[in-house]
């Protein structure tokens, strides 16, 4: 009943939301724990290595560093959530909060870009290269499947800079334009970055869709709808794909969660001030306030993806709802 239904859906929705967030306090947690047993402290490398002993306790009090584990890992949740996270030791006076918050936007354009990418090249090779198994199609995506996931994300990186930016002058190497000067430069700019991204995921996507299709396509369903005389485009997109795209979404939430991550390095390739290349710069500055922040909200990424993922298969498939 529809009652039924409803109800279902609440209650996993419930559990869902309800194991995110143990999931999700559980990563911060041994994130703080990770860097609490670091060697030095904020205090130490605020102050240099010229500060007193009792210059350097001082400011462990000031910072609430000399107070218990838990107490002070529950302080800093709080701050965490409250976005009062203080101030940077890398970028004196600026607090962290505003440099994350000034480079969100970056980010998230970069991975939605990338994600749109994964989407726009995989569907196409995935259907393209079902209709023949053993066809010339077929082998030649599965050849550059396999020819893609094997280069590193730098290494593609540093080709496109020479190939589309130095030979092809598509775009300017480090002549990153803010979205606030122009959005059209901005989008431009990130384009080629977005595609070394979405490179590797659309690669493995082409590789389970296809075979995901194949097994669809294997199923009494489409033998029925061919034995009614469908045309084989209806078959393959209305019957087969509908089916074959629900377990995707399984893969393409730990595409989303790779694609964060990924950005990381092509941040740093490309010069593009976002979250990645501000971890990397905080890494260098052992910066270790700004390192926990990030590492936490890398984290989050990757597990909210992967629950998303989850809750819209729910959605989509209904054999799923019934359950």
Known sequence: SVAGTVAGTA?????????????????????????TLIPGDAASLT???????????????????????PVQYLSWLGKFFTGNLGNSSR??????????????PVTFTLAGLALIFV???SLPLSLLSVRRENGAPAKIVTALTALTVSFPGF???????????????FFVPGGYVGYGESISAFLGYLFCPALVIAI????????????????????????????KGNPWRRILLVHALRNAVIPAITLLGMITGEVFSG???????????????????SIGARDYAMVQTLAVYMAFMVVLANTCADIAIRMIDPRIRQA
């Not at 082409?206 to 194949?214: G, H, N």
């Not at 950005?263 to 710069?281: D, H, N, R, Y």
């Open 155 to 169: 290494f593609l990186g540093v080709l496109f800079i020479w190939i589309f930016g130095l030979v092809l002058k």
């Open 200 to 227: 590797p995921g659309a690669a493995m996507m082409t590789k389970f869709l296809r075979a995901s299709l194949f097994q669809e396509l294997g199923n009494a369903y489409v033998r029925t709808a061919r034995s």
């Open 119 to 121: 989407l726009l090249i």
């Open 91 to 104: 970028f004196r006076g600026v607090s962290i909060s505003s440099l994350i918050l000034e480079r969100l």
């Open 11 to 35: 209650s996993f929705l419930l559990r869902r939301i309800s194991a995110t967030a143990a999931t999700l306090f559980l990563v911060s947690l041994l994130t703080f724990a990770a860097f």
């Open 263 to 281: 950005s990381i390095v092509i941040e740093q390739v490309f010069a593009i001030p976002g979250i990645g290349k501000l971890l990397l710069t």
């Open 47 to 69: 102050l240099g290595v010229e500060a007193t002993a009792e210059q350097v306790a001082a400011l462990r009090a000031e910072m609430g560093l000399d107070r218990s584990f």
